[in-house]
């Protein structure tokens, strides 16, 4: 689903411990909880949301650029890992820079009723690095400078076309 801000689904990955197909100690009146919510490894484009649950469920994600009461509110959502990990971690890759991100994670476990949904939690992405660009190309090389000096120094220099050099 794309949306302008960034973050679509397709460009998540997921990884996750604890492959045990039993339902750990989540029974009867027990529910299913997350806990220990993390964001960690952001950068420009990129961030790795973590978080760990009290038995083996499912992995999701809803982010939006501003938090929500409703976790269906959110604009945008990964694809549900059915993967039963109690260990969870979703990496996005292409996210906006300088932006506020908001996101709720939710896990279930298949055929019962247990399903936890997290608080919101916020991390904004990095700026993006600084890069300064000279306003005047550099000085033209001094007379004398032998032809292929030129071509490279002209190569590299990238002047305008309308720039030209006599000699004298």
Excluded at 47 to 68: E, G, L, M, R
Excluded at 82 to 96: C, D, I, K, P, W
Aim: a neutral charge; hydrophobic letters at 35%; aromatic letters at 12%.
């Amino acid at each position: 689903m794309p949306c302008d801000f960034g973050g679509l689904p397709d460009t998540v990955s997921h990884s996750g411990h604890g492959r045990n197909r039993s339902y750990g100690g989540v029974t009867g009146s027990v529910p299913l909880v997350t806990y220990e919510v993390s964001v960690s490894d952001v950068g420009h484009f990129t961030a790795t949301i973590s978080w760990k649950t009290n038995a083996a469920a499912t992995s999701q994600v809803f982010y939006d650029t501003q938090p929500h009461e409703y976790i269906a509110d959110y604009r945008v959502q990964t694809s549900e890992h059915a993967g039963l990990v109690s260990e969870h971690g979703v990496t996005f890759s292409r996210l906006r820079p300088r932006i506020t991100y908001h996101l709720r994670v939710r896990s279930a476990i298949p055929g019962t009723e247990f399903v936890a949904i997290s608080d919101n939690y916020s991390f904004a992405t990095l700026s993006p690095p600084v890069v300064v660009v000279p306003s005047v190309p550099p000085a033209p090389p001094a007379s004398g400078t032998s032809v292929s000096r030129l071509y490279s120094f002209f190569h590299r220099a990238a002047w305008p076309s309308s720039v030209t050099f006599s000699s004298e």
